[in-house]
């Protein structure tokens, strides 16, 4: 097994210098470095300067024993591999050892092969750890790099192609033919659909990084449902749906950033009204019990197939049906509205009866007390 000088450290702590001193030389020899201390604390002062991939610690210490080694450890380094050796070995304390975070358990005495074997284990798992970290930094930067693409060389044009049509239909309906205005229509709804798929996946994207939602901020939810429900009213695809709403008093604000949550909202009316029947209703409520806030969005649509449920939240799944074949969508809405729920700490859940009724309940949780409502919402309060 190949060892680079900063990466074949070995850390031994143990009040007993005869197994110190056993482990040094056993591992030494096969190119080991090692580092050997008596109590714990003088262990975990060096630990914290040298971050060796591995430690070797001793259960039945004075002092500090290794369980409280293990639990102070592991906060400085998650990645520490531990091995904890023991003469007091049962199948309790090995058990015992592996909750608090050890990766293996090696009862005294023990052969220099069962030490070596387990140690090159120990590291083995440690390099794994390693590139797979390495491996998933890459992979964001990668997506980094395609969100940036996608949102200036995709976005920008195609957005530019749809501007062009709209002032084309503008200044020249007249001199446009019937086909050539059915033609131009045509791209237009495509290119919005192309538009809100790019919309749709740099806010997925977003949230996968951690850069959308914001759960350090206090938001008033009900202020965010009746600016959805507004924007809603003025579209022409709702002109024939009731949306109703029903606030409890004394609503407390919810944890969360406006953006994402008027992103959340948005997508759970926007699908109440699309997926509804003309001259059905919307009923919105925001209510809240123990330290959460719920919010319901209830309508009298098509319903969901029972068998389609388990997959709503799946990237780019959509329930194929005769009546939802015709009507456009990227897939991502609901898949958004479950990574915001659960960035922002709460839970989404769905009830639906097929051609009768769909309700999405999400559950937020209250926001910090040392949270402040934003100046304008706090005096409106």
């Known amino acids: 097994m190949s060892k680079s000088p900063q990466h074949n450290l ?100 023990f052969t220099p092969s069962e030490l070596r074997l387990i140690i090159d284990r120990g590291f083995e798992r440690w390099r794994l ?53 059915q033609w131009i229509t ?9 538009l809100t798929i790019i919309q749709d996946w740099l806010a997925l994207s977003k949230i996968d990084r951690g850069a959308l939602c914001e759960r350090n901020k206090a938001t008033d939810l009900t202020q965010i449902v009746e600016n959805i429900v507004h924007e809603q009213q003025q579209l022409p695809g709702a002109s024939s749906i009731s949306i109703s709403t029903s606030f409890a008093p004394d609503l407390p604000p919810v944890a969360g950033d406006p953006v994402s949550l008027s992103m959340l909202v948005s997508n759970l009316v926007g699908n109440a009204v699309k997926y509804n ?20 969005v209830r ?26 074949q015709n009507i456009p969508g990227t897939g991502l809405g609901l898949v958004i509205c479950k990574r915001i729920a659960t960035e922002l700490g709460g839970t989404i ?4 009866e097929e051609g009768s009724y769909t309700k999405f309940t999400v559950h937020l949780p209250f926001a910090q007390k040392s949270v402040q409502l934003p100046a304008s919402v706090a005096d409106s309060k």
């Open 349 to 352: 859940e769905v009830d639906s």
């Open 299 to 324: 309508d009298t649509g098509l319903g969901i197939p029972r068998e389609s449920i388990p997959q709503l939240f799946e990237e780019f799944y959509r329930v194929k049906t005769s009546e939802t």
């Open 129 to 181: 750890t390693k590139e797979a970290q390495l491996l998933r930094r890459q992979k964001e930067e990668v997506e980094r790099k395609f969100v940036t693409l996608v949102s200036h060389q995709l976005k920008g044009p195609i957005g530019a192609v749809k501007q062009y049509l709209d002032v084309l239909l503008f200044t020249c309906r007249d001199q446009l033919s019937e086909r050539a205005l």
């Open 10 to 109: 070995v850390m031994v702590i143990d009040d007993d210098e005869i197994m110190r001193l056993s482990c040094e030389q056993i591992l030494k020899k096969v190119g080991y470095r090692v580092e050997t201390f008596g109590n714990g604390h003088e262990g975990i002062e060096r630990l914290k300067v040298v971050r060796p991939p591995l430690l070797v610690v001793d259960i039945k210490m004075p002092e500090l024993d290794g369980f409280e080694v293990i639990k102070i450890v592991r906060k400085i380094d998650p990645d520490l591999v531990i091995v904890v050796i023991t003469g007091y070995a049962t199948i309790e304390t090995a058990v015992d050892a592996m909750k608090a975070g050890a990766y293996d358990f090696l009862p005294k005495p």
């Open 277 to 296: 029947r003309p001259g059905g209703t919307v009923s919105i409520s925001v209510s809240c019990e123990d330290k959460w806030v719920s919010l319901a």
């Open 186 to 194: 045509r791209s237009q709804v495509r290119l919005g659909e192309m």
